[in-house]
């Protein structure tokens, strides 16, 4: 190793020495260690007595036979496939389309309405959920009945939530999709930020129209934000269940269409009831797969590789 790629390789060390120490201790051992557990038959968190009961494959199998013959545990796999499917789209688009509309118009308004959609990100869970565990109640004492029943469009309150499956899907949806839109937002905006302004107003004097700049400069411009933040709320998506966890605990929406499998994990390893650390452990390296194969085909459809070669020219 020559002196230049040493003196390289010590920067490099150094600075990526923090994030790789906390790679290792958040994540990788926690990840061997939920390996290790799905392989046991560890219940109620009992470590003495289960941490070496080795019970091979016997946790997978369970699930699987769940998958085939369990409706409760099929409606799980379900809403969380539309969920993290519905609100995907909502986040990633939403996002988008927020931060374009924003960037057309003076900054003032713009910094006033990209803060109104920050609200939901900066406040407490608990505080959100309950906004709208009142808002989607299913008695009179709920925003959206009060108000129906006031202008007469129904004679009696009507249980959201409960309406299985459409009612708990779309609820856990629009609570969790004002959320992850904000995200989205923001970079979107210090994207379209960071592009020439020239280039707007070179198009703006041959006659293009704002959805013409969008289409033809800003989207295009914006493929490597537009990667991130698909992969990033896709795997926030998949693993994600405070608000969910909330609006379940207090009955707002279906028990079995309102629990996506993040939630599931939790429930089984530290809900009511007896544990079983085994079944949500293997239940948990299950989503991680499903985790790094979705981020891994996400990669490949954008052209990952694509957009990581040296551009021609450079040397």
Partial sequence: ????????????????????????LFYLIPLIMTVYISFTQMRNWNVERYLKDFVGLYNYERLFYMFQHDPTFKAVILTTVVFVGIT??????????????????????????RLLWLLPRMSPIAVYSLVWYYFF????????????????????????????PWGAWSI???????????????????????IPRELVIAARVDGAS?????????????????LYVLTWQFLSLLTT?????????WDLVNRDYGTTLALYVFNTAFGRGEQDQGLAAAAAVILSIIGVIGGF???????????????????
């Fill in 1 to 24: 190793m020559n002196k230049i790629n040493k003196e390289k390789f010590t920067a490099l060390s150094f600075f990526l020495s923090p994030m790789l120490l906390m790679v290792v």
């Fill in 88 to 113: 995907l789209i909502i986040n990633v688009f939403g996002g988008l389309a927020l931060a374009l509309a924003t960037f057309f118009i003076s900054e003032k308004p713009a910094s006033s309405f």
């Fill in 137 to 164: 109640h299913g008695s009179e004492i709920g925003t959206l009945n009060s108000i129906l029943m006031k202008l007469g469009v129904i004679s009696q309150p009507i249980p959201w939530g409960q309406t299985v």
């Fill in 172 to 194: 856990i949806i629009f609570v969790n999709g004002l959320v992850g839109v904000s995200f989205g937002m923001i970079v979107f905006t210090s994207a379209l930020n960071q």
């Fill in 210 to 226: 704002a959805w013409e700049i969008s289409r033809k400069i800003l989207i295009p411009l914006t493929k490597w934000h537009f």
């Fill in 241 to 249: 269940y405070p608000h969910i966890f909330l609006l379940v605990q």
């Fill in 297 to 315: 085909v996400t990669l490949k459809v954008l052209q990952f590789e694509k957009m990581m070669k040296r551009p021609r020219g450079d040397f």
